[in-house]
Structure formats: C-alpha cells, structure tokens
C-alpha cells in the first residue's frame, strides 16, 4: 500500500481490511472487491462481477487449527469459545469497521472448516504447486 501511495506502483490487489482506510479516504480509487458480494465497510464498491468478470472471485480467510488428533471434547470446546467471541455485537462491529466480514453462523463448524479447506485446496492447489510454495 505504501508503494501505490507514493506511486511507486500502478495497481495493487490488496486485502479489503488493509486497503479500506485508503479507498475510504479518498487516498487510492477501489475498482471492485473480490468477494461474491459486496462488503459493509465498502458499500459503493462493486463486486469483480458487477464490473464484468462474473467467476473472478478470490478472498482470504483465517482459521484455528489444532494438531491432527486432538481430543473432540477440546475441538468442541474450543470452536464454541470462538463461536461465542464471533457473536458478540462489540466484535462484530469492530471487525466491521475494519472491513473484515465474519463467516456465516452456518459455517462455524469444525465440520465445515475441514470441508471449505478441501475446497480451497482443489481452488487453489494447482497455482501453489506451479509456484513452488510446497515443500519437497
């Protein structure tokens, strides 16, 4: 970011929670938001498929991982603390305000974590295998 502010670059693909103050500012011009929809923080913004490239979807996601093997009970345990933090309105509103967009109560699940990370590496596994970003 600091580079296309001193334009030194031309263009940047950034992350919506890194890029929002400058678009919000006026400091840098948004051309779309990768999401599948728009997000709170940026509302003017248009997805890339209301600009024309309609399967032009890429987002980043974070996620609490436990080693391999852990105790269901603590699984348990854990993802309801997380599940509790993500419905409080004080942490919403923040992580809001921020241009981060908290995943859908439906999808909080350990069983839907293991899923949704299958699918991004069918997504995205030939691209890091081209690039090398796997170890041998």
Known sequence: MQDLLASRIDYLCDIAVTAAPSIKSGAVKGIAVLAGQRIAALPDLPTASETGLPSFQASTWTALFLPKGAAPAIVAKL????VAAMNEPDLREQLN???ATLVAPERRTPAYLASFVN?????WGAAI???GALPK
């Open 79 to 82: 993802n309801a603390a997380v």
């Open 97 to 99: 305000d921020l241009a």
């Open 119 to 123: 699918s991004e590496w069918d997504k």
């Open 129 to 131: 295998r081209a690039g």
